[in-house]
């Protein structure tokens, strides 16, 4: 009994602060119960189940996603349809889940998914608009754009439009943010009111401007959410995309400002100094929220560096203030359960208003932007590993194309966009939490494509058998590529075994570095007997620290001389082997093992560290240290 309260205490020492709220999530609302208990399709379930996303990649533990999955088939059925829902509400809250049906549907293919997010699709289409083009808020919501409105709907619509090649639509979705921005900030301050009435109407509403009185700092949240969301799927070159990029610095220069400087919160309503401000506190879900945006846009490049510390000081606050533990849980405080405008009973948008919502523990939103907030902040923790560095994927080699959804011809085999089982998403995820960038090569490597790349991955070349013109690895493409890593260079190649992989070019490349990849097939694993694929990286292992055991299959034995060294080896064959080479360095394995179906843990029993193993290779490839000795 003391062993087992031992290793609980210390799991529970272990876990980070977002991980341990996800475990209250989770105590609260168990398996298929909806997250805040209600049969309605809410759109708070989505800001927590986005955190639970965050966690999974983060972590490689399946739980998270499983819980994912739980919650979301309670509303979508077999036929596509939710739940809960009704189209003809036309309430844009209602979309806000739709980016965890996404979610399911690139990671499991489920056409039920496919159907559902066609469904909220459906509701952009013809949701009501202001006469410029804003989506209303709701239907009974007339006229009103909603500072709220542009996270539930502007990142679905933006990853729908990604992934099922609605190039258009991405105007539509910079203009709800511009448009949004241009109605509802002040000049004096550069805060955004809470919303805004075209027809300037409402009781709330100011008869010059349309805006609602006050700053609402969850408003605000929502909206530097959305966008630092959005940009995700934005295509790199799209013309609104640096407009968007703006819009954000204003808006982070302007909250800046509000910080409080002792505490690096945000008051529930912003920049208010009227009758009854002594009543005004510091609210939970708001700093979380502008601790996501701020640190998120600074990973991504979109803020300077320096904002970091924005973030930085509200996380200290938020943990210091609003999360405790008490009777064995973790919980957040200091949420407020809703602030609206209109409706009934009517609220009016003013400071006694918002100051008489309840303020609540564990409220779903608030949780879910504090699991959002934590996920950055955990992340921000690596990203010196490999900050300012590209690791650049072969799709030339390796160009197994298929048709998608809309019948447009895309790569989808080992591919970093690719979250279904072949892919290299989670892969890629590591990568980028550990401050690296990621790029992808669909030509044949030349000095000018390798110059700026420090890693460079070559992934299961194709034969005919794959693809009808495989591109060959030629003799000039291995003088390119071994002169680019005895100038520096990392290099990972991974093939196969002899039946899924054109191993005869692909062993000029290898050659060069002393690996052969031989015909002889090892760890041929039948059906799911796992422990057929086991491979241990043994003791002092130069690579792989963390893992016990590790999992490959169909792998290509390696046959080795100098400068290879071996660096994982199975009753006497090579199976992973590493080699300096100049200033640079390789890692040569049998099995392109790295990709989804094996690390992020839907697949393989959790005794198998793929996932650790993953992390491990990701360091050793970003570290520009070489190996002891060096030809």
Not at 144 to 170: K, R, V
Not at 189 to 196: D, I, K, N, P, S
Not at 486 to 506: E, P
Request: proline share 4%.
């Amino acid at each position: 009994m003391l062993i087992v309260l031992i290793a609980v205490t210390a799991n529970a020492f272990s876990q980070t602060p977002g991980e341990k709220l996800a475990t209250t999530v989770m105590s609260i609302w168990k398996d298929t119960i909806p997250i805040g208990g209600t049969s309605k399709w809410s759109y708070d379930m989505g800001v927590i189940l986005k955190g639970f996303e965050g966690l999974w990649m983060n972590t490689g533990n399946v739980k998270y996603f499983t819980d994912i999955q739980k919650k979301m088939d309670y509303f979508v059925k077999d036929d596509g349809s939710i739940k809960g829902y009704e189209k003809e509400e036309y309430n844009i809250d209602h979309v806000n889940n739709g980016k965890l049906v996404l979610l399911l549907y690139r990671v499991t293919g489920k056409e039920k998914y496919k159907k559902a997010a066609d469904l909220l699709r459906s509701q952009l289409a013809t949701h009501p608009r202001t006469n410029e083009g804003g989506f209303w808020h709701k239907k009974i919501y007339t006229n009103q754009m909603w500072l709220d409105g542009l996270y539930m709907g502007a990142p679905f619509y933006a990853e729908y439009a990604m992934l099922f090649h609605e190039d258009s639509a991405f105007n539509d979705i910079a203009n709800q943010f511009i448009w949004m921005e241009k109605h509802a900030r002040d000049a004096k301050t550069g805060l955004l009111y809470h919303a805004w009435d075209e027809s300037k109407q409402q009781q709330w509403a100011n008869k010059t401007t349309g805006t609602s009185p006050l700053f609402w700092a969850r408003a605000m949240g929502w909206y530097s959410d959305a966008l630092v969301d959005a940009l995700d799927y934005f295509p790199p070159t799209h013309p609104k995309r640096k407009m968007l990029i703006d819009i954000l610095n204003r808006l982070v220069n302007a909250i800046e400002k509000e910080q409080d400087k002792t505490t690096g919160l945000w008051y529930d309503v912003i920049n208010y100094n009227g009758p009854g401000k002594e009543k005004n506190y510091f609210e939970a879900s708001a700093s979380c929220q502008f601790t996501y945006a701020v640190a998120k846009a600074v990973r991504k490049g979109y803020l300077p560096a320096s904002k970091i510390t924005i973030a930085k000081k509200a996380y200290d606050g938020i943990l210091k203030q609003f999360i405790k533990e008490e009777n064995g849980q973790t919980n957040l405080h200091g949420t407020v359960k809703v602030s609206g405008l209109g409706g009934k009973p009517y609220r009016d948008g003013s400071f006694e208003y918002y100051m008489s919502e309840p303020v609540i523990m564990n409220d779903p939103k608030g949780m879910g932007a504090f699991l959002l907030a934590s996920n950055e902040m955990e992340i921000l923790k690596t990203q010196s590993v490999g900050k300012n560095k590209t690791v650049l994927l072969d799709r030339y080699f390796n160009s197994e194309k298929r048709k998608d959804a809309t019948g447009a011809n895309v790569y989808w085999h080992y591919i970093w966009e690719e979250r279904s089982h072949p892919g290299f998403y989670t892969l890629g995820n590591i990568f980028e939490r550990n401050g690296a960038k990621l790029s992808s090569l669909d030509a044949a490597p030349t000095v000018a494509n390798l110059k700026g790349a420090a890693v460079y991955i070559i992934v299961d070349a194709d034969h005919k058998k794959d693809n009808p013109n495989p591109n060959y690895v030629a003799a000039n493409d291995v003088k390119v590529v071994i002169n680019w890593v005895k100038a520096g260079g990392t290099l990972l190649i991974l093939a196969n075994d002899s039946n899924n992989c054109d191993l005869q070019h692909l062993n000029l490349l290898a050659g060069a570095f002393g690996v052969k990849f031989t015909d002889k097939s090892l760890n041929m694993v039948k059906n799911d007997t796992y422990e057929q694929g086991v491979v241990l990286p043994g003791a002092g292992n130069a690579v792989f620290i963390s893992p016990a055991k590790m999992f490959l299959k169909e792998v290509s034995a390696l046959e080795i001389k100098s400068p290879a060294v071996a660096n994982a080896i199975k009753d006497g064959d090579v199976i992973i082997a590493t080699a300096n080479y100049g200033k640079g360095k390789v890692l040569i394995a049998g099995d392109p093992w790295l990709y989804n179906e094996y690390i992020d843990g839907r697949k393989m029993p959790a005794e198998y560290e793929n996932y650790k193993a993953a992390e491990d290779l990701v360091k050793w490839l970003l570290n520009p240290q070489p190996l002891k000795g060096s030809k």
